[in-house]
């Protein structure tokens, strides 16, 4: 089966077909770091992993660059209200964002471009716009022209005349149609600024994107993922300036991931509206947050609750719990004498096949990983079943069990399950680490948690990873 991939442009599926064959560039949008993230940001990040593993595990060479927007009138409103410079607030926050990256098995992006790091590219992409007749200067200010741009409206589906009546011009605006969006705000007393054609100021949020996207990855893209409420009008605009500047498609492929909501409101930082990923964090594991987001597809919207965690949690526990076995038995099998192969085992190996052939095939349809997830579980009740039988049961061969272990490993590489790979048996947990485990445990009960967060940096130090969950604190080497 082709990969088929939505694109919210041509609102269908698409065979999948790069720009160069064999490499795939992918640019997502970021976090605009003015606060710690939250779960509905790393819906978004998550998928995009995921797309990027099962990607690399067809063979494409990926290039994946997620940017962060790092000046922008919220951060620097934080920042005037702590007293501090708005790089205090955007380290500050990135550094979050890292941190729990991290804890959800997120891949390192090839980039991190930051607004501010590139200005130059910024100001060449507006400049070339404003040759061009496309953008303008309005007294230190330059808008782009939408009317001047015929397309303009095609990924949201709206058209010119609709956003018309709920456009106005702003106090203090100079455009000259209300439709018209910032590409550099002049520069107000107090303020950062960098030097521009158009005197002193910083880049509007729109034109950060496409300077930075086609800096790293071209004037055409492979993939652009971002949550769908950034179709309007962030990547309508990305769409106008970038092929207003270079007469190009720019991207292939626009894949955007559903919402997280919160008693049926989209989770927002200007609303105050969300939970913040350290909050549940300390409730659950990365790892079962991970899974939990994986879920659902990745397009469609989903409500947040705890209890959706709970029993995602108990999934991943079923699937961890098949890894271990899977692991014990290749260990006592490796001692023991030969078998004679069975039919049983031969039909093991064919529904092997089969389960692994219909996870790839889930993945290729979509990125569809709750479909993929399910046929993951086919194998883990096969591997139950076994367990029940008993060590001389008529599948207890190395073989059967080096094939479980390798259609495990296809799952985990594709999702990103287990931070440390797939769960061994037999971990042997030194006495110092185990103390720290237990001291953590006792902070935790007692709500002390930054003394806890302490002492898992301290496990971390000495090499292992503590998870929490139901049954206990559970120890494992790290990475």
Same mark, same amino acid.
């Given at each position: 089966m082709a990969l088929k991939v939505y694109d919210t442009l041509r609102a269908r599926k698409e065979e999948f077909e790069p720009v160069s064959p064999g490499k795939v560039g992918i640019y997502f949008c970021g976090m605009t770091v003015q606060d710690r993230p939250h779960i509905g940001?790393?819906?978004a990040f998550v +998928? @995009? #992993?995921m797309i990027r593993r099962h990607l690399r595990f067809k063979g494409y060479e990926v290039t994946y660059v997620q940017n962060f927007t790092d000046i922008d009138d919220k951060i620097i409103a934080k920042a005037n209200e702590e007293g501090v410079d708005y790089r205090v607030i955007a &380290? *500050?926050?990135m550094k979050e964002y890292f941190r729990y990256a991290e804890e959800l098995n997120i891949l390192k992006a090839d980039v991190y471009p930051l607004a501010t790091q590139h200005i130059a590219e910024i100001v060449s992409l507006i400049g070339a716009l404003v040759e061009k007749g496309f953008a303008y200067d309005a007294g230190g200010d330059v808008y782009f022209r939408v009317r001047a741009f015929p397309q303009y409206g095609r990924l949201s589906k709206r058209n010119v005349d609709e956003l018309q009546s709920g456009a106005r011009i702003e106090v203090g605006e100079r %455009?000259? #149609? !209300?439709l018209d969006f910032t590409l550099w705000k002049g520069a107000k007393e107090g303020e950062p600024a960098w030097a521009s054609p158009w005197g002193p100021g910083r880049p509007g949020w729109h034109i950060e994107c496409s300077a930075m996207s086609m800096k790293y990855l071209g004037t055409t893209i492979d993939m652009h993922g971002g949550g769908q409420d950034l179709i309007f009008p962030h990547h309508e605009n990305e769409i106008a300036q970038s092929e207003a500047a270079t007469g190009k498609p720019y991207i292939r492929y626009w894949m955007h991931n559903g919402l997280l909501n919160l008693r049926g409101e989209k989770m927002s930082k200007s609303t105050g509206h969300f939970f913040a990923i350290e909050d549940i964090n300390r409730e659950f594991t990365g790892e079962v947050i991970r899974f939990y987001l994986l879920s659902t597809h990745f397009r469609s919207g989903t409500e947040f609750s705890r209890e959706r965690l709970k029993e995602a949690e108990a999934g991943l526990e079923r699937i961890r719990n098949a890894c271990v076995y899977? #692991? &014990?038995r290749l260990t006592a099998l490796g001692a023991a004498s030969p *078998? !004679? %192969?069975?039919? &049983?085992? @031969? %039909?093991? +190996? @064919?529904l092997i096949e089969d389960v692994k052939r219909d996870f790839v095939e889930a993945m290729d349809d979509d990125f569809n990983s709750a479909e993929a997830i399910g046929h993951v579980f086919r194998l883990v009740r096969e591997i139950n079943r076994i *367990? +029940?039988?008993g060590d001389e049961g008529p599948a207890q061969l190395a073989e059967t069990f080096e094939r479980l *272990?390798? +259609?495990l490993g296809i799952f985990d590489s594709v999702l990103g399950l287990f931070r440390g790979g797939l769960p061994k048996a037999g971990l042997e947990i030194p006495t110092e680490v185990a103390g720290l485990v237990a001291d953590r445990e006792r902070a935790r009960k007692e709500k002390r948690w930054a003394d806890a967060d302490t002492l898992r940096k301290k496990i971390a130090a000495l090499g292992f990873v503590v998870e929490d969950r139901p049954a206990g604190p559970f120890v494992k080497p790290a990475k």
């Open positions: 940001h790393m819906l +998928a @995009g #992993d &380290e *500050r926050n %455009k000259e #149609d !209300p899977v #692991d &014990e *078998r !004679p %192969k069975t039919d &049983e085992a @031969g %039909k093991l +190996a @064919g *367990r +029940a039988e *272990r390798e +259609a």
